[in-house]
């Protein structure tokens, strides 16, 4: 066994669903990362993506195809046992074993919160049939008391509004993620290393500073490197021990916390009856005066700001209370 301890983190140089089961106790990870084997004879992706793999580090090692259900079920199974209730986990996957990786999860406890799309740049060039340009990322949590972590405005408040009058937070949270791949020429890289933004945006969204981030397949040790930059802890294991030297190596000239000054910091307003109990003479009220500032004229959007500084509630909780008590028949649908 080899052990390397940087920064209060702990990674293994062995396999992940051995080295699980030999140093981590049930429920004591916070949320894990990773981006497993994808089946697919990863050792000859160059073919596809026409790249010059003298930039690409040795020491990949890939699962047969044959073996990946049992592979999927044996490592998911460990996933789920070492969470702690309401923990979560994203896991990265190409859609030709994703049938294995959607049964492996489903055999465990875990319950499914989205099935995101990374859509990226650079997809596999095809002739005959269409060019694949996007990677599943299905994000699941484990059931107990309390609430799993969410950070709802840790990229950008609830008020902020994009350039077409949409919401920032919106568009922030949909299920498409449009993020670029890492263009490094000349740079020695793992086989298929995840971008930071991607791991930045899963990272911020669903732990706090301190929490203990786990990734089973750490390959070159993209998940560590962002977990460390944003001062959370991370445990891992790589069985290749090229891979493993390069990532301890890199690591060791971290600096932890060093991408936090990086951040968007978001502009939040708390309002002062946010997450506060609507009764029924504020409900009244409010339909009387959005039907008011419509009379006179105002666009929705308009008598919204309004609203919200008249009654310190969101856009979200106005707009909630007006579609379920006027409905979307009276010829003014709200949206």
């Not at 055999?107 to 694949?132: D, M, P, Q």
């Not at 609430?147 to 509004?161: A, S, W």
């Not at 490094?184 to 991607?198: D, I, M, R, S």
């Amino acid at each position: 066994m080899n052990e390397i301890i940087i920064h209060d983190s702990h990674f293994y140089n062995e396999d992940c669903i051995t080295g699980c089961q030999a140093h981590l106790p049930d429920g004591s990870v916070d949320l894990i990362v990773t981006d497993p084997p994808y089946g697919i004879a990863g050792d000859t992706l160059h073919k596809h993506y026409n790249r010059n793999e003298a930039f690409v580090m040795d020491g990949y090692i890939e699962v047969p195809a044959a073996d990946y259900g049992d592979f999927s079920r044996r490592w998911i199974a460990e996933a789920a046992r070492i969470l702690r209730p309401n923990g979560a986990i994203y896991i990265v996957s190409g859609y030709t074993q994703l049938y294995h990786v959607l049964a492996a999860l489903r055999a465990t406890e875990l319950l499914e919160v989205n099935h995101l799309i990374w859509k990226y740049n650079f997809g596999v060039f095809t002739r005959t049939k269409y060019v694949s340009s996007h990677y599943h990322i299905l994000y699941y949590e484990k059931p107990g008391p309390g609430k799993r972590t969410f950070n709802l405005t840790c990229r950008y408040g609830l008020q902020e509004n994009a350039p077409d009058g949409g919401s920032f937070n919106y568009q922030d949270r949909e299920d498409v993620w449009i993020i670029n791949r890492e263009y490094k020429p000349g740079q020695v890289k793992n086989k298929n290393e995840l971008p930071t933004a991607l791991l930045i945006k899963m990272l911020q969204y669903s732990s706090h500073e301190g929490d203990l981030i786990c990734d089973p397949f750490l390959g070159g040790f993209s998940t560590a490197r962002v977990a460390l930059g944003l001062n959370r802890r991370c445990v891992g294991f790589e069985l290749s021990p090229a891979a493993f030297d390069r990532g301890v190596a890199r690591l060791q000239t971290l600096t932890p916390g060093d991408l936090l000054g990086q951040l968007r910091q978001p502009q939040t307003e708390t309002l002062a009856n946010q997450g506060r109990s609507w009764d029924e003479a504020e409900i009244t009220a409010l339909l009387a005066r959005y039907e008011a500032l419509r009379a006179e004229g105002k666009t929705k959007k308009a008598a919204f700001e309004i609203l919200s500084a008249e009654f310190g509630r969101g856009r979200w909780a106005l707009e909630r209370i007006l579609k379920r008590r006027r409905g979307a028949t009276d010829g003014d649908p709200i949206g």
